[in-house]
C-alpha cells in the first residue's frame, strides 16, 4: 500500500487520529449516528478518507454530487469503495432559474444547496485546513458547532481536554463539526497520499490545485476561463441556464441590463476581473484629486 517508504510527518497522522478517536460519537455516547465524513474527491478529504479507514471508528463516508463536478472526478468518486453519493434535490441549472440570478461570490447560494448539504444533527468531518485561505486562521479550528438558530459558531481546540469536554456536553443542537488535519500543510497533504499510495483525483496530474465546481465563481477568472475551455459543454449549458434565467426575470418583471444569455455568461465569468478594474480605477481617481 505505501508509495514510499515514510511519511515525513508521522506526529502531524497521530494527532489527528488522536482527535477522530477521542471524540468517537458512538463510542463515547453522546450521539447514536457514526461520523459524517464529506468526501468531495479532492486531495484533503482523500487524507480523511484513509485517516478514518486508519481509525476504525464507525462513519458514513458521503459525496454530496453537486450537478456541476467535473466528469474525473464524478468517475474518480465512483471508484472509491463505500462512499455514499448523495444527489440534489435540484440542478444547477434549475436553481440558476429559480433563483433568477447567476451564483456570484457574494450570493453563493449554490453552496448551501449543493454542496454543503447534509449533516445536520450529525457530527461531520471535513478535509478543512488553515493553509487553503488566511481567513481560515481566524475563523476555524479543529472543533466547531454549527447551530440554525446561531448567528456564529462555537469554534474549539480538539486537542485541549476542558474544550473536549465542553463540545461533548453542549445541549446545542445543530451540526458538529470535526477538521482533524486543519493544521496540516499541502506538503503534509501529498506526503501522506503517497506513502498511503493514494492515486489522487486524475484532475491534480492535469495541473489543477484545486478540485471544484465546473465555473465556481469563488475561482479566479483565468481558471474559469481554463475550466470552460476544457469543459465547453457546460459553457453552452450554463447559457442556456441564462437564457431561461432572463425569460424568467422578465415574466417576473424583474429590472435587468443584460439583452442576451451571452452578455449574463460574460459579465459572470469576467466578474472578478471587472471588479477589480472598477476597485483600479477608484484608486487612480483617489491619487489624481
Ligand atoms: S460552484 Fe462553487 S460556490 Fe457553488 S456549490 Fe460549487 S463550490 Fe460552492
Known sequence: MHGQTTFLNWNKE????????SLDPIAHGYMDTPYYVAYSG???SDVL???FELSGVKYDLVHNHTTVDAPETVHYVRSIPGVIISKPEITMWDLIVKKRMPPTRIVRYCCTELKERGGQDRFVATGVRWAESVGRKAKRNSLEIISPRMKDKIVLNADND???RMFE???LQGKRVLNPIIDWTDDDVWEFLRYYGC???PLYGCGFKRIGCIGCPMAQDHERLRVFGRYPQYRAIYIHAFNRMLAARRADGLPTDWQTEQQVFDWWVH?????REVEDQIRLSEVAI
Do not use: P, V
Request: proline share 0%; net charge positive.
Open 169 to 171: 456536553t453542549c445541549s
Open 49 to 51: 478518507r484513509i485517516l
Open 14 to 21: 497521530r494527532i489527528a487520529l488522536e482527535r477522530i478517536k
Open 162 to 164: 476542558e474544550s473536549r
Open 271 to 275: 466578474s472578478t476581473r471587472r471588479r
Open 199 to 201: 492515486r489522487s483525483n
Open 42 to 44: 479532492g486531495k484533503d
